[in-house]
T-cell receptor, first 112, second 113 residues
Framework: SQQGEEDPQALSIQEGENATMNCSYK?????LQWYRQNSGRGLVHLIL?????REKHSGRLRVTLDTSKKSSSLLITASRAADTASYFC????????????FGTGTRLLVSP | DAGITQSPRHKVTETGTPVTLRCHQT?????MYWYRQDPGHGLRLIHY???????DKGEVSDGYSVSRSKTEDFLLTLESATSSQTSVYFC????????????FGPGTRLTVT
């Protein structure tokens, strides 16, 4: 079963707009990560937020984490056409094994 | 793709034949992973390795085996391929236990006819 579920499944916006994607998970975590996947390529790590952090920034990316609600959001500000991709959250459940559980992803389309 | 290569990149095979996919890294990272990606399922972990000759099962390991005889190579074998194993397979690596950021290879598209 999926630990992380992204919402929405698909998002279509214009260049310059902000894009917000949400991720919900079921069990306690060590950290939560966001990845991007361009069509036909492997995933690329974007940002990691630890369970004791509430917000993190990296360039145009802002990630929040609410452990009480078991949810996270990824905000991309001032979107560009090059941001068109699928975005996945992944949770490290700190089970003692070095592995992540990925959600099903949000497909983002940014139109010029 | 962070010093990770996968071979082959594309393969078409027939049901019942054995298939081996190779992942090679030049980063000397300890942890290696095999995932499959299917529409509607995201990425699902097949097997992973935490060192040479140290491997364990993931979420969807049935029908797959792995081997890691060297730090840089992680092999995924489908003993007898089935149509349900048609998928895109990704290898990933990570170095640090506490952070577990993973770096992915370019993927192998496998079609079982």
């Amino acid at each position: 079963s999926q630990q992380g579920e992204e919402d929405p499944q698909a998002l279509s916006i214009q260049e310059g707009e902000n894009a917000t994607m949400n991720c919900s998970y079921k069990t306690s975590i060590n950290n939560l990560q966001w990845y991007r996947q361009n069509s036909g390529r492997g995933l690329v790590h974007l940002i990691l937020i630890r369970s004791n952090e509430r917000e993190k920034h990296s360039g145009r990316l802002r990630v929040t984490l609410d452990t009480s609600k078991k949810s996270s959001s990824l905000l991309i500000t001032a979107s560009r056409a090059a941001d068109t991709a699928s975005y996945f959250c992944a949770t490290d459940m700190n089970t003692g094994f070095q592995k992540l559980v990925f959600g099903t992803g949000t497909r983002l389309l940014v139109s010029p | 793709d962070a010093g990770i290569t996968q071979s082959p990149r594309h393969k078409v095979t027939e049901t019942g034949t054995p298939v081996t996919l190779r992942c090679h890294q030049t980063e000397n990272h300890r942890y290696m992973y095999w995932y499959r990606q299917d529409p509607g399922h995201g990425l699902r972990l097949i097997h992973y390795s935490y060192g040479v000759k140290d491997t364990d099962k993931g979420e969807v390991s049935d029908g797959y085996s792995v081997s890691r005889s060297k730090t840089e190579d992680f092999l995924l074998t489908l003993e007898s391929a089935t149509s349900s194993q048609t998928s895109v397979y990704f290898c990933a690596i990570s170095a640090i236990r506490e952070r577990n950021e993973q770096y992915f290879g370019p993927g192998t598209r496998l079609t079982v006819t």
